[in-house]
């Protein structure tokens, strides 16, 4: 067994435990916590696989947004759990049934290569001056380049549309002009008037 099988096997076993944490744990933050441990353990697996450019997306994008940004909302809502442990039983026949399909689709995935008429060949090992990302980003920016500016095309439309969607003007809202603020005058604000001196009887 080499070092890397070895560490594989630890990493492996680590994401197991987290991921089943994640749906034990009776504390919501203690299950955000351990989604945070399963990212940074897949993300070290993908590093193993020679994939890097994956590995620190999901640490970025997952760990340093999506899930600390779940971990605070979670933290500072007031969360009922008898509340949210009262559909349990309702829901338990359904979630089972899909419990068992994700695990006979693993198994299979599995053994398909114990009884696939030929194997599948490794790929071979690119050496250690191999860039991951650099490949990547060479194949994205060549051969995929209009699907990639599509899909960037289409996500900005995406975010335009749901600002167009949930910015609404209302009468009593009260809001800024920077523009107007910075062409006021003296006489627009301040008024001189002369008044007629009052004597006292």
Do not use: C
Not at 23 to 44: D, G, S, W
Not at 148 to 171: G, N, P, Q, S
Request: charged letters at 20%; proline letters at 4%; aromatic letters at 12%.
């Amino acid at each position: 067994m080499t070092i890397e099988l070895l560490v594989f096997y630890v990493f492996a076993a680590l994401l197991a435990f987290a991921g089943l944490r994640v749906i034990t744990a009776r504390n919501p933050v203690h299950a955000a916590l351990f989604l945070v441990l399963a990212f940074f353990t897949a993300a070290a697996i993908w590093m193993l696989l020679r994939a890097e450019f994956l590995a620190i997306a999901l640490v970025l994008v997952y760990v340093g947004a999506v899930m600390v940004l779940f971990l605070f909302v979670v933290m500072m809502l007031d969360i009922n759990l008898d509340r949210l442990r009262e559909g349990f039983w309702r829901y338990l026949p359904l979630g089972a049934a899909v419990g068992v399909l994700v695990v006979f689709e693993m198994a299979l995935v599995v053994v398909a290569k114990y009884y696939a008429s030929g194997t599948l060949p490794m790929p071979a090992d690119p050496g250690p001056g191999y860039s991951n990302t650099k490949a990547l980003g060479r194949l994205l920016y060549t051969d995929y380049v209009y699907p990639f500016e599509l899909a960037a095309v289409l996500l900005l439309v995406a975010i335009v549309a749901a600002i167009a969607l949930t910015m609404r003007r209302r009468k009593d809202t009260k809001y800024q002009d920077p523009a107007r603020q910075a062409a006021v005058k003296r006489r627009d604000r301040v008024r001189l008037v002369s008044m007629p001196a009052e004597k006292k009887e």
